[in-house]
Protein backbone atom coordinates (compact mmCIF):
# COMPACT_ATOMS: atom_id res chain seq x y z
CA UNK A 1 0.00 0.00 0.00
CA UNK A 2 1.10 3.61 -1.06
CA UNK A 3 1.78 6.04 2.02
CA UNK A 4 -0.92 9.07 1.95
CA UNK A 5 0.47 12.10 0.92
CA UNK A 6 1.49 14.45 4.30
CA UNK A 7 -0.47 16.96 2.59
CA UNK A 8 -3.47 16.67 -0.29
CA UNK A 9 -5.72 18.91 -1.66
CA UNK A 10 -8.84 17.56 -3.31
CA UNK A 11 -10.52 20.56 -5.63
CA UNK A 12 -10.58 22.82 -3.07
CA UNK A 13 -12.70 26.46 -3.60
CA UNK A 14 -12.34 29.47 -1.93
CA UNK A 15 -13.42 32.89 -2.91
CA UNK A 16 -13.28 36.02 -1.01
CA UNK A 17 -16.63 38.02 -1.81
CA UNK A 18 -16.85 38.41 -5.72
CA UNK A 19 -12.48 37.05 -5.71
CA UNK A 20 -11.77 33.88 -6.36
CA UNK A 21 -8.52 32.93 -4.47
CA UNK A 22 -9.15 29.12 -4.88
CA UNK A 23 -10.46 27.66 -7.97
CA UNK A 24 -10.11 24.07 -7.80
CA UNK A 25 -6.58 23.60 -6.15
CA UNK A 26 -5.32 20.24 -6.41
CA UNK A 27 -1.82 19.48 -4.55
CA UNK A 28 -0.11 16.67 -3.17
CA UNK A 29 3.03 17.07 -1.13
CA UNK A 30 4.74 13.75 -0.19
CA UNK A 31 6.32 12.88 2.97
CA UNK A 32 9.30 14.41 4.12
CA UNK A 33 9.32 16.06 0.72
CA UNK A 34 10.15 19.75 -0.06
CA UNK A 35 7.55 21.47 -2.24
CA UNK A 36 7.82 24.83 -3.72
CA UNK A 37 4.23 26.75 -4.58
CA UNK A 38 5.55 29.60 -7.04
CA UNK A 39 3.14 32.02 -8.77
CA UNK A 40 2.76 35.63 -8.86
CA UNK A 41 1.30 37.62 -6.66
CA UNK A 42 -2.59 37.15 -5.81
CA UNK A 43 -2.22 33.49 -7.61
CA UNK A 44 -3.83 31.68 -4.28
CA UNK A 45 -0.48 30.87 -2.54
CA UNK A 46 -0.81 32.23 0.68
CA UNK A 47 -4.54 31.03 0.95
CA UNK A 48 -3.31 27.97 0.11
CA UNK A 49 -0.94 27.58 2.84
CA UNK A 50 -4.04 29.15 5.24
CA UNK A 51 -6.64 26.37 4.06
CA UNK A 52 -3.98 23.75 5.35
CA UNK A 53 -3.75 24.98 8.70
CA UNK A 54 -7.28 25.86 8.93
CA UNK A 55 -7.43 29.43 9.45
CA UNK A 56 -9.65 29.85 6.15
CA UNK A 57 -12.26 26.83 5.53
CA UNK A 58 -12.04 26.04 1.74
CA UNK A 59 -15.44 26.60 0.20
CA UNK A 60 -15.58 23.25 -1.02
CA UNK A 61 -13.15 20.80 -1.73
CA UNK A 62 -10.74 19.18 1.28
CA UNK A 63 -7.83 19.73 2.61
CA UNK A 64 -5.67 16.05 3.90
CA UNK A 65 -2.94 15.68 6.12
CA UNK A 66 -1.40 12.35 6.17
CA UNK A 67 -4.77 10.87 4.70
CA UNK A 68 -6.81 12.25 7.34
CA UNK A 69 -9.43 14.64 6.40
CA UNK A 70 -9.41 17.85 8.10
CA UNK A 71 -12.89 19.41 7.46
CA UNK A 72 -13.89 20.77 11.35
CA UNK A 73 -10.49 20.05 12.87
CA UNK A 74 -9.30 23.18 14.84
CA UNK A 75 -5.79 24.40 13.34
CA UNK A 76 -4.05 23.19 16.83
CA UNK A 77 -5.00 20.14 16.64
CA UNK A 78 -3.53 19.73 12.85
CA UNK A 79 -0.15 19.60 14.02
CA UNK A 80 1.07 22.00 11.50
CA UNK A 81 3.47 25.05 11.78
CA UNK A 82 2.87 27.94 9.70
CA UNK A 83 5.36 31.09 9.31
CA UNK A 84 3.60 33.87 7.74
CA UNK A 85 5.35 37.01 5.60
CA UNK A 86 4.00 39.46 8.11
CA UNK A 87 5.53 37.74 11.17
CA UNK A 88 3.91 38.03 14.57
CA UNK A 89 6.59 38.06 17.35
CA UNK A 90 6.61 39.39 20.87
CA UNK A 91 8.78 42.56 20.31
CA UNK A 92 9.87 43.29 24.24
CA UNK A 93 11.43 39.86 24.62
CA UNK A 94 14.59 38.46 23.54
CA UNK A 95 15.01 36.95 20.23
CA UNK A 96 15.83 33.45 22.93
CA UNK A 97 12.47 33.78 24.24
CA UNK A 98 10.72 33.90 21.13
CA UNK A 99 12.35 31.14 20.00
CA UNK A 100 11.48 29.10 23.31
CA UNK A 101 8.07 30.26 23.15
CA UNK A 102 6.48 27.44 21.40
CA UNK A 103 8.28 24.84 23.13
CA UNK A 104 6.67 25.83 26.62
CA UNK A 105 3.13 25.04 25.44
CA UNK A 106 2.15 21.95 27.04
CA UNK A 107 2.16 20.27 23.70
CA UNK A 108 5.86 20.59 22.81
CA UNK A 109 7.28 21.25 25.90
CA UNK A 110 10.80 20.00 26.38
CA UNK A 111 13.38 19.41 29.12
CA UNK A 112 15.12 22.66 29.04
CA UNK A 113 18.81 21.65 28.47
CA UNK A 114 17.02 20.33 25.01
CA UNK A 115 15.38 22.80 24.26
CA UNK A 116 18.15 25.31 24.58
CA UNK A 117 20.21 23.26 22.29
CA UNK A 118 17.30 22.81 19.72
CA UNK A 119 17.34 26.68 19.91
CA UNK A 120 21.24 27.28 20.01
CA UNK A 121 21.38 25.17 16.87
CA UNK A 122 19.29 26.47 14.95
CA UNK A 123 19.70 29.94 16.12
CA UNK A 124 23.08 29.29 14.76
CA UNK A 125 21.73 28.09 11.55
CA UNK A 126 19.75 31.24 10.46
CA UNK A 127 22.76 33.31 11.79
CA UNK A 128 21.01 34.62 14.53
CA UNK A 129 23.31 33.58 17.54
CA UNK A 130 25.08 36.27 18.25
CA UNK A 131 21.47 37.68 18.82
CA UNK A 132 19.16 36.05 21.17
CA UNK A 133 19.84 38.67 24.10
CA UNK A 134 18.28 41.17 21.92
CA UNK A 135 14.82 42.19 22.11
CA UNK A 136 13.22 41.65 18.92
CA UNK A 137 12.26 45.28 18.50
CA UNK A 138 15.36 46.12 18.37
CA UNK A 139 16.57 43.84 15.15
CA UNK A 140 15.80 44.88 12.13
CA UNK A 141 13.67 43.39 9.57
CA UNK A 142 16.10 40.76 8.39
CA UNK A 143 16.80 39.53 11.40
CA UNK A 144 13.06 39.43 12.73
CA UNK A 145 12.33 37.65 9.93
CA UNK A 146 14.64 34.70 10.44
CA UNK A 147 13.74 34.77 14.47
CA UNK A 148 9.81 34.19 12.99
CA UNK A 149 11.21 31.39 10.97
CA UNK A 150 13.55 29.91 14.13
CA UNK A 151 10.33 29.95 15.61
CA UNK A 152 8.45 27.88 13.51
CA UNK A 153 11.31 25.62 12.78
CA UNK A 154 12.05 24.58 16.46
CA UNK A 155 8.98 23.00 16.99
CA UNK A 156 8.19 19.43 15.79
CA UNK A 157 5.47 19.38 13.44
CA UNK A 158 4.06 17.51 11.03
CA UNK A 159 4.88 20.14 8.31
CA UNK A 160 5.88 23.30 8.12
CA UNK A 161 4.47 25.65 6.11
CA UNK A 162 6.47 28.95 5.01
CA UNK A 163 4.99 31.84 2.83
CA UNK A 164 7.93 33.59 1.68
CA UNK A 165 10.41 33.46 4.89
CA UNK A 166 13.29 35.03 3.26
CA UNK A 167 11.83 37.64 1.59
CA UNK A 168 13.27 40.73 4.09
CA UNK A 169 16.31 39.62 3.60
CA UNK A 170 18.80 41.23 1.47
CA UNK A 171 19.91 39.31 -2.10
CA UNK A 172 23.59 38.04 -0.34
CA UNK A 173 21.92 36.35 3.21
CA UNK A 174 18.92 35.11 1.05
CA UNK A 175 21.24 32.88 -0.84
CA UNK A 176 23.20 31.72 2.06
CA UNK A 177 19.95 31.49 3.56
CA UNK A 178 18.56 28.58 0.36
CA UNK A 179 21.99 26.99 1.95
CA UNK A 180 21.54 26.72 4.94
CA UNK A 181 17.41 26.42 5.14
CA UNK A 182 17.66 22.80 3.76
CA UNK A 183 20.38 21.73 5.91
CA UNK A 184 18.84 22.34 9.43
CA UNK A 185 17.32 19.21 11.10
CA UNK A 186 14.12 19.85 11.74
CA UNK A 187 13.42 20.76 7.75
CA UNK A 188 15.42 17.74 6.57
CA UNK A 189 12.97 15.43 8.31
CA UNK A 190 9.66 17.31 7.79
CA UNK A 191 7.21 17.70 5.16
CA UNK A 192 7.79 21.54 4.44
CA UNK A 193 5.76 23.70 2.03
CA UNK A 194 7.36 26.88 1.12
CA UNK A 195 5.93 29.47 -0.80
CA UNK A 196 7.81 31.81 -2.84
CA UNK A 197 7.17 34.37 -6.16
CA UNK A 198 11.47 33.80 -7.07
CA UNK A 199 11.99 31.33 -9.27
CA UNK A 200 15.67 31.10 -8.70
CA UNK A 201 14.67 30.12 -4.91
CA UNK A 202 11.93 27.40 -5.97
CA UNK A 203 14.50 25.89 -8.58
CA UNK A 204 17.48 25.91 -5.73
CA UNK A 205 15.01 24.35 -3.14
CA UNK A 206 12.26 22.22 -4.29
CA UNK A 207 12.48 18.54 -4.54
CA UNK A 208 9.71 19.48 -6.78
CA UNK A 209 7.95 22.93 -7.42
CA UNK A 210 4.30 23.75 -7.98
CA UNK A 211 3.35 26.81 -10.40
CA UNK A 212 -0.20 27.82 -9.27
CA UNK A 213 -2.09 30.83 -11.44
CA UNK A 214 -5.52 32.06 -10.50
CA UNK A 215 -5.98 29.48 -7.96
CA UNK A 216 -5.31 26.28 -9.98
CA UNK A 217 -2.46 24.35 -10.29
CA UNK A 218 -0.72 24.66 -13.44
CA UNK A 219 2.10 22.02 -13.11
CA UNK A 220 3.40 20.36 -10.88
CA UNK A 221 7.66 18.58 -11.25
CA UNK A 222 10.87 18.60 -10.46
CA UNK A 223 12.72 21.29 -11.88
CA UNK A 224 14.12 19.36 -14.72
CA UNK A 225 10.42 19.04 -15.83
CA UNK A 226 9.15 21.92 -14.89
CA UNK A 227 12.91 23.12 -17.22
CA UNK A 228 12.67 21.17 -20.34
CA UNK A 229 8.80 19.59 -20.48
CA UNK A 230 6.92 23.20 -19.62
CA UNK A 231 3.27 22.56 -19.15
CA UNK A 232 2.51 25.85 -21.36
CA UNK A 233 3.66 29.28 -22.02
CA UNK A 234 2.96 30.56 -18.55
CA UNK A 235 5.76 27.73 -16.90
CA UNK A 236 8.19 28.34 -19.34
CA UNK A 237 8.15 32.45 -18.34
CA UNK A 238 8.36 31.28 -14.78
CA UNK A 239 11.49 29.92 -14.95
CA UNK A 240 15.14 31.52 -16.27
CA UNK A 241 16.45 34.93 -16.48
CA UNK A 242 16.49 36.49 -19.21
CA UNK A 243 12.80 34.92 -20.09
CA UNK A 244 12.71 32.17 -22.71
CA UNK A 245 12.15 33.91 -26.15
CA UNK A 246 8.74 32.62 -27.40
CA UNK A 247 8.80 33.75 -31.23
CA UNK A 248 5.05 33.42 -32.67
CA UNK A 249 4.78 32.29 -36.09
CA UNK A 250 3.10 29.48 -38.40
CA UNK A 251 3.68 25.90 -39.24
CA UNK A 252 4.48 25.30 -42.95
CA UNK A 253 2.94 22.24 -45.23
CA UNK A 254 6.06 20.99 -44.48
CA UNK A 255 5.87 20.99 -40.72
CA UNK A 256 8.59 23.74 -40.51
CA UNK A 257 8.19 26.97 -37.98
CA UNK A 258 8.03 29.47 -40.39
CA UNK A 259 8.14 33.56 -38.83
CA UNK A 260 5.22 35.67 -39.57
CA UNK A 261 7.40 38.05 -42.43
CA UNK A 262 8.76 34.88 -43.61
CA UNK A 263 12.20 35.82 -42.58
CA UNK A 264 13.26 32.51 -41.27
CA UNK A 265 12.30 28.80 -41.04
CA UNK A 266 13.59 26.42 -39.08
CA UNK A 267 12.38 22.35 -39.06
CA UNK A 268 10.29 21.09 -35.95
CA UNK A 269 11.18 17.85 -34.27
CA UNK A 270 7.81 17.69 -33.26
CA UNK A 271 5.07 16.79 -35.59
CA UNK A 272 2.41 20.40 -35.47
CA UNK A 273 -0.27 20.67 -37.75
CA UNK A 274 -0.04 22.73 -41.10
CA UNK A 275 -1.07 26.42 -41.02
CA UNK A 276 -1.45 26.42 -37.21
CA UNK A 277 -0.41 29.41 -34.82
CA UNK A 278 2.56 28.82 -32.71
CA UNK A 279 5.25 29.96 -30.87
CA UNK A 280 8.87 28.69 -30.82
CA UNK A 281 10.52 28.23 -27.62
CA UNK A 282 14.15 28.80 -27.04
CA UNK A 283 15.80 29.74 -23.99
CA UNK A 284 18.98 32.62 -24.16
CA UNK A 285 21.74 30.26 -23.05
CA UNK A 286 20.82 27.59 -25.24
CA UNK A 287 21.66 29.92 -28.15
CA UNK A 288 25.28 30.18 -28.98
CA UNK A 289 27.08 32.82 -31.01
CA UNK A 290 28.58 31.67 -33.90
CA UNK A 291 30.62 34.92 -35.15
CA UNK A 292 29.76 37.68 -37.65
CA UNK A 293 27.22 37.13 -40.40
CA UNK A 294 27.76 37.35 -43.77
CA UNK A 295 24.17 39.32 -44.52
CA UNK A 296 20.86 39.52 -42.86
CA UNK A 297 18.27 36.80 -43.38
CA UNK A 298 18.25 33.34 -43.33
CA UNK A 299 21.04 30.66 -43.17
CA UNK A 300 19.53 26.49 -43.68
CA UNK A 301 20.51 24.20 -41.24
CA UNK A 302 24.32 23.98 -40.82
CA UNK A 303 25.27 20.41 -41.67
CA UNK A 304 29.35 21.17 -40.62
CA UNK A 305 28.25 21.47 -36.97
CA UNK A 306 26.38 18.42 -36.46
CA UNK A 307 22.76 19.03 -36.25
CA UNK A 308 23.07 22.74 -34.94
CA UNK A 309 20.38 25.25 -37.07
CA UNK A 310 22.02 28.96 -37.95
CA UNK A 311 19.78 31.62 -37.70
CA UNK A 312 21.56 34.91 -39.12
CA UNK A 313 20.49 38.39 -37.82
CA UNK A 314 21.33 41.55 -37.37
CA UNK A 315 23.12 43.09 -33.62
CA UNK A 316 20.41 45.32 -31.65
CA UNK A 317 21.74 46.22 -28.22
CA UNK A 318 23.40 44.04 -25.80
CA UNK A 319 23.64 44.59 -21.77
CA UNK A 320 26.82 43.50 -19.09
CA UNK A 321 25.26 40.96 -16.98
CA UNK A 322 28.22 40.28 -14.76
CA UNK A 323 30.35 38.09 -16.42
CA UNK A 324 28.22 37.26 -19.28
CA UNK A 325 26.48 39.34 -21.95
CA UNK A 326 22.34 39.40 -22.91
CA UNK A 327 22.67 39.78 -26.66
CA UNK A 328 19.35 40.78 -28.64
CA UNK A 329 19.00 40.38 -32.27
CA UNK A 330 16.75 40.80 -34.65
CA UNK A 331 15.71 38.70 -37.43
CA UNK A 332 13.47 40.28 -39.48
CA UNK A 333 10.56 41.92 -37.54
CA UNK A 334 11.45 39.61 -34.29
CA UNK A 335 13.86 39.84 -31.14
CA UNK A 336 15.94 36.88 -30.33
CA UNK A 337 17.70 37.45 -26.74
CA UNK A 338 20.70 35.53 -26.02
CA UNK A 339 23.03 35.27 -23.14
CA UNK A 340 27.24 34.45 -24.00
CA UNK A 341 30.23 34.75 -22.46
CA UNK A 342 31.27 38.58 -22.50
CA UNK A 343 34.51 37.95 -24.45
CA UNK A 344 32.64 36.19 -27.23
CA UNK A 345 30.52 39.57 -27.13
CA UNK A 346 33.37 41.72 -27.30
CA UNK A 347 33.39 42.45 -30.92
CA UNK A 348 29.49 42.70 -31.51
CA UNK A 349 28.14 45.71 -33.02
CA UNK A 350 24.87 47.71 -33.25
CA UNK A 351 23.32 46.97 -36.66
CA UNK A 352 25.92 44.51 -37.69
CA UNK A 353 25.13 41.13 -38.59
CA UNK A 354 25.80 37.88 -36.51
CA UNK A 355 25.04 34.29 -37.19
CA UNK A 356 23.79 32.24 -34.01
CA UNK A 357 23.20 28.19 -33.97
CA UNK A 358 20.37 26.63 -32.03
CA UNK A 359 20.42 23.19 -30.85
CA UNK A 360 17.01 21.39 -32.15
CA UNK A 361 16.60 19.72 -29.19
CA UNK A 362 16.33 23.11 -26.65
CA UNK A 363 13.25 23.57 -29.28
CA UNK A 364 10.01 24.02 -27.53
CA UNK A 365 6.68 24.67 -29.76
CA UNK A 366 3.80 26.04 -28.10
CA UNK A 367 0.42 26.89 -29.14
CA UNK A 368 -0.49 30.25 -29.47
CA UNK A 369 -1.50 32.54 -26.48
CA UNK A 370 -5.00 33.52 -26.48
CA UNK A 371 -6.41 36.06 -24.06
CA UNK A 372 -7.55 33.89 -21.18
CA UNK A 373 -5.21 30.92 -21.92
CA UNK A 374 -1.29 30.65 -22.17
CA UNK A 375 -0.52 28.47 -25.22
CA UNK A 376 -0.01 25.03 -24.17
CA UNK A 377 3.02 22.77 -25.14
CA UNK A 378 2.86 20.50 -28.28
CA UNK A 379 4.87 17.95 -27.44
CA UNK A 380 4.90 14.11 -29.48
N1 LIG B 1 -8.95 38.18 3.36
C1 LIG B 1 -9.18 38.42 2.07
N2 LIG B 1 -10.21 39.19 1.67
C2 LIG B 1 -10.44 39.41 0.37
N3 LIG B 1 -9.70 38.94 -0.64
C3 LIG B 1 -8.65 38.19 -0.32
C4 LIG B 1 -8.32 37.89 1.06
N4 LIG B 1 -7.23 37.10 1.05
C5 LIG B 1 -6.88 36.92 -0.23
N5 LIG B 1 -7.73 37.56 -1.07
C6 LIG B 1 -7.67 37.56 -2.54
O1 LIG B 1 -7.49 36.23 -2.99
C7 LIG B 1 -6.54 36.15 -4.03
C8 LIG B 1 -5.38 35.24 -3.63
O2 LIG B 1 -4.68 35.84 -2.56
P1 LIG B 1 -3.39 35.21 -1.89
O3 LIG B 1 -2.98 36.12 -0.80
O4 LIG B 1 -3.65 33.79 -1.57
O5 LIG B 1 -2.35 35.28 -3.09
P2 LIG B 1 -0.76 35.10 -3.04
O6 LIG B 1 -0.44 34.22 -4.18
O7 LIG B 1 -0.34 34.66 -1.69
O8 LIG B 1 -0.27 36.57 -3.32
P3 LIG B 1 1.00 37.37 -2.70
O9 LIG B 1 2.21 36.75 -3.33
O10 LIG B 1 0.75 38.75 -3.17
O11 LIG B 1 0.95 37.19 -1.23
C9 LIG B 1 -6.14 37.58 -4.33
O12 LIG B 1 -6.91 38.04 -5.41
C10 LIG B 1 -6.46 38.30 -3.05
O13 LIG B 1 -6.75 39.65 -3.31
Known amino acids: MTRPAAIGLRSVHKRYGKSTALDGLDLEVAEGEFFCL ?41 GVAMCFESYALYPHRTAYDNLASPLRSPRHRLPAHEARERIGDIAELLGIGALLDRPVGRLSNGQRQRVALGRVLVRPARAFLLDEPLSHLDAKLRQAMRAELRAIGSVRRTTTLYVTHD ?21 TGTREELWHRPYDTFVARSFGRPRINLLPGTVTAEGHFRSPDGAYELP ?48 HVSELLGRATEVTVRIGGQQLSLVVPRADAAGLRPDRPVRLSVPPESLLLFEADRPARPGRRIST
Open 199 to 219: SVEALALGDRIGVIRDGRMVQ
Open 268 to 315: LTVPAPPGAAVQLGVRPRDIGLLGPGKGSGVEPAGTDRGTALELTGTV
Open 38 to 78: LGPSGAGKTTTLKTIAGLEEPDSGAVELGGVDMAGVEPYDR
